[in-house]
């Protein structure tokens, strides 16, 4: 039973459902191991076809068609669907059935988490709570009633706003909810417990007042805090940037411990990972606020990218995520530092999605065929998803891109839309045809872009030749060109820009839409060789190619303007040292270049986020995409010499900054958090050092740190260093924090993160893993095989062992989260033979041994 061979749902194949449900009534009488659920709905035939609603796991207790009871002729069932032949064009449709939440481990559909009801439906979660047209074209206005013991389960939420509410006999109550906006199954949702609320209230431009609340676990309610600040922001920030305005008298957000994603947008009861929401000074890292703002906006902005517009159908997925998770790029943007933002968010797309696309998992941000819905919830629908909108606003401009939003709220509210419908608005906003910028969405793999120039004294002229191309992808051999917005300047190496015809403040954007293009920049007579600055804030999601030396990258990174590539400049030196480390493993690292980048660290302490930055080099996970085969383990040691060498050349100015004191007293902002981020960075470096003089150094820090920040950074820079201190901060650490789950996932991760297979599996078997856990999970699992390569790859095979038995373990009860975990095996092919051949039999191994289809579609897609 439990190895399914996905079948593939095809974009082509779409129908419209031929019935309207304009209304449901949902009643559930809430137990934890038997709930009863009776729906009914009222349903009008749009055309001709059969009444089929999904419907997995249940048990029918009634089915009743106008009132009358269907007897087992009328019907036919099987494990996955609901059929009636026949039936009325139209009329009232019941069901009664009964499910098991405390036995829902996969934690899809209606479940228990901290001995509390809740819910989790997209994609497909609804059809294991009742049966429905589970799709998201079936939009319908939800009506909902529970009840349940009242001392349990005191607090009753669902969609929407809130109606009647009573006791009932046997220490009963019950609780309505209506839901005046029609929505699809996937945005439905229920919480039912005992919780903490921390409340506000919010007026929105239209003077219309809202009642807010974060529900979380009992105790904790100063934790919610910061999420509420940030939902108030999200809220306000929607109303200025895009004239939007929340659309209900009440939104709630609740807190579980128990969550496969980050969050979930259900209209008007957004249902959150507590990693997410809960922070306060002492238990919080930087990051964690950070992450509790901008997840806490993307839900929010979801109301209208997503529910007020939402998908026609799962292909259409990055019509609301990409989107949306621009919309949320752009918000931490606004409320913190643009170009640290951006740094950021490139890191994360090029070592995620760049490492998807190029791998046996790649596949287009509008794919033409899925072999399990949740594996959809790619690094490519949500980041790529997400630079493509950008790189739309650089091509059509801020401008028109504004009015092509307006138009698209205007026409589009209330549907379930596609891809042609959005692009549709930019057309018209724009007057241009763009029917060649939505190949990016058809077209899986990163486009390389060659750029070459060459100057001609004489003539003044500077030609550049820019070629694209786009390896081929696993079923995408073929690729067409793409129109690439290029943000480009000339830089005249005295820190600002030449003038040239049509470079309006020696800037333009340059679009590549063909395989090759010539562009020739005239200067004015006897103008000195300007330095080309290209792709400037990352406008597109591309490799640029430029066969420039070390010489002229630095002076390209001393004449930069731009920050974003004054700090890729040192990437792609960074970048090419370790690669020639890594050949020649008897020289010494470049001290010219370790010397500019110390300079510039120097030079731009003002603004300690964006130095932070500059000291970090780029990852391992980056940098296996540039090699095949990789040897991971030469890499890190490659990486971990020219740290070392940064390092010493830092270390005066690491005593200084860390004698300085941390920001007191503490708050989550941009300010201080940069503080923090540079005194990090140092706590790093002082690690990379790696004597037993830098672990005393950090053990004394740890004892100090005044925040969880500085703490947690100690103790990552500690885990590598074998000492004395180091067993006794792992101790300490967790002596202090063994009460708090979300801080216990952190004293895993860095473990795992930054320690040997034999780590991972030692913490695998502690009394406080808990494979029911996501989170806990992840903080071993994915901590250590999607941030410590090295390790994971080594090649005795260790680490993939014990990352393979997790995921065994893993899947037989929630089949999405060892999906997930699973796709740390995908560069698996670029390995050195030895790790190579382990990776496959791991990946084998699995597969024979059999897995869920969730899981198995990526171990097939994988091995492929
Ligand atoms: N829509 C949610 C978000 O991005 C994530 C839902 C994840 N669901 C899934 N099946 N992977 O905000
Ligand atoms: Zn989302």
Redesign the pocket.
């Known amino acids: 039973m439990r190895t399914d061979t996905p079948v593939s749902v095809k974009l082509e194949n779409y129908t419209p459902y031929p019935f309207a449900i304009d209304n449901v009534s949902l009643d559930f009488s809430l137990e934890p191991e038997a709930t009863r659920v009776r729906t009914r709905m009222q349903v009008r035939r749009l055309g001709p076809g059969e009444f089929v609603l999904d419907g997995v796991g249940l048990l029918l207790n009634s089915i009743k068609l106008n009132g009358d009871e269907l007897s087992l002729e009328d019907y036919e069932r099987d494990d996955e669907t609901l059929r009636l032949r026949s039936v009325p064009d139209a009329f009232t449709f019941e069901t009664e059935v009964v499910i098991n939440p405390a036995a829902n481990t996969a934690l ?1 559909g209606l479940y228990i988490s901290g001995g509390r009801f809740c819910s ?1 439906c ?4 609804f059809r294991h709570i009742t049966f429905w047209p589970d799709r998201p074209d079936v939009m319908s206005r939800f009506h909902v009633r529970m009840d349940a013991d009242k001392a349990r389960y005191p607090i009753l939420l669902s969609n929407g706003t809130p109606g009647d509410s009573g006791d009932l006999p046997d220490g009963r109550h019950y609780a309505e909810w209506d839901d005046p906006h029609p929505k699809p199954s ?1 945005l439905f949702a229920l919480c039912a417990g005992d919780y903490d609320v921390w409340r506000d209230s919010f007026t929105t431009m239209n003077g219309d007042h809202v009642d807010l609340g974060v529900y979380v676990d009992k105790g904790q309610a100063d934790r919610a805090q910061w999420a509420m600040e940030s939902l108030k922001a999200s809220m306000k920030w929607d109303e200025e940037r895009f004239g939007r305005a929340y659309d209900l008298g009440v939104f709630n957000i609740v807190a579980v411990r128990d969550f ?6 259900n209209k008007g009861l957004n249902i959150f990972n507590s990693a997410y929401v809960l922070a306060n000074p002492e238990s919080a890292t930087d990051a964690d606020f950070e992450a509790i703002e901008s ?1 806490v906006g ?2 929010y902005f ?1 109301n209208w990218t ?1 529910n007020r517009i939402t998908c026609r159908d799962w292909f259409q997925l990055c019509l ?2 990409g989107l ?2 621009f919309r949320d790029q752009e918000f931490s943007s606004d409320l913190r530092s643009r170009p640290v933002q951006r740094i950021k968010d490139v890191m994360r797309l090029r070592g995620r999605q760049f490492a998807e696309d190029a791998g046996p998992l790649a596949h287009p941000v509008r794919p033409q065929s899925y072999g399990s ?5 790619t690094a490519t629908v ?1 980041e790529k998803g997400a630079e493509l909108i950008r790189a739309l606003t650089v091509l059509i401009g801020d401008e028109a891109f504004n009015r092509g939003m307006q138009i698209y709220f205007d026409e589009f509210d209330g549907t379930a839309s596609t891809i042609e419908d959005f692009y549709s608005c930019f057309e018209k906003a724009s007057g241009r045809d763009l029917s060649q910028f939505r190949i990016w969405y058809a077209q899986a793999g990163t486009p390389e872009v060659t750029v070459d120039e060459s100057w001609d004294e004489k003539k003044s002229t500077l030609t550049i030749k820019l070629t694209q191309k786009t390896p081929a992808t696993p079923k995408q051999s073929e690729k067409k060109p793409v129109p690439i917005p290029l943000r480009a300047a000339l830089l005249d190496g005295r820190g600002g820009h030449c003038t040239a015809d049509g470079w309006e403040n020696g800037e333009t954007v340059i679009i590549l839409d063909e395989a090759k293009k010539k562009v020739e920049v005239k200067l004015p007579e006897g103008a000195a060789r300007p330095l080309l600055s290209i792709n400037r804030e990352f406008s597109a999601p591309v490799r640029i190619k430029r066969d420039l030396g070390t010489a002229q990258l630095l002076e390209l990174a001393s004449a930069e303007t731009d920050p974003f590539n004054i700090w890729d400049n040192f990437q792609t030196l960074s970048k090419t040292e370790i690669f020639r480390l890594l050949d020649d493993p008897q020289s010494p690292p470049d001290a010219e270049l370790v010397r500019a980048i110390a300079d510039a660290v120097r030079h731009n302490e003002s603004d300690p986020a964006f130095a932070a930055l500059l000291t970090a080099l780029p990852e391992i996970g980056e940098l296996f995409q540039e090699r095949e085969p990789v040897d991971p383990t030469g890499l890190n040691e490659a990486r971990k010499r020219l740290r070392h060498a940064l390092a010493e050349t830092l270390m005066v100015d690491a005593s200084r900054i860390l004698s300085e004191p941390t920001p007191t007293p503490f708050a989550p902002n941009a300010e201080q958090a940069g503080i923090r981020a540079l005194r990090t960075a140092m706590i790093g470096l002082t690690g990379a050092l790696g004597t037993q003089d830098a672990a005393r150094q950090l053990k004394s820090l740890f004892d100090q740190a005044a925040n969880m920040t500085e703490k947690l950074a100690c103790l990552r820079s500690l885990i590598p260093i074998e000492s004395m201190e180091r067993d006794e901060a792992i101790e300490a650490f967790y002596a202090d924090w063994k009460d708090n789950p979300l801080v216990i996932d952190k004293w895993f991760a860095v473990q795992a993160g930054q320690g040997k297979a034999a780590d991972a599996e030692r913490l695998s078997q502690h009394p406080d893993f808990d494979l029911s856990n996501p989170n806990r999970v992840r903080s071993v699992a994915a901590a250590f095989a999607m941030t410590n390569l090295a390790e994971f790859h080594a090649p005795d095979g260790s680490g993939h062992k014990v990352i393979g038995d997790i995921i065994e373990e893993a899947d037989k009860r929630n089949p ?1 989260l060892a999906a997930r975990l699973l796709t740390s095996f995908e560069q698996w092919k670029k390995l050195e033979p030895v790790a190579k051949a382990s990776a496959k039999a791991t990946l084998e191994r699995l597969r024979d041994g059999g897995l869920s289809k969730n899981a198995m579609d990526i171990v097939a897609r994988a091995l492929d």
């Open positions: 899809s989790q997209e994609a497909t979660g996937y496969n994603f980050g969050a979930m947008e997840i993307h839900e979801h997503g609301k995520e949306t998770v819905i949740d594996n959809l919830y949500y999405a």
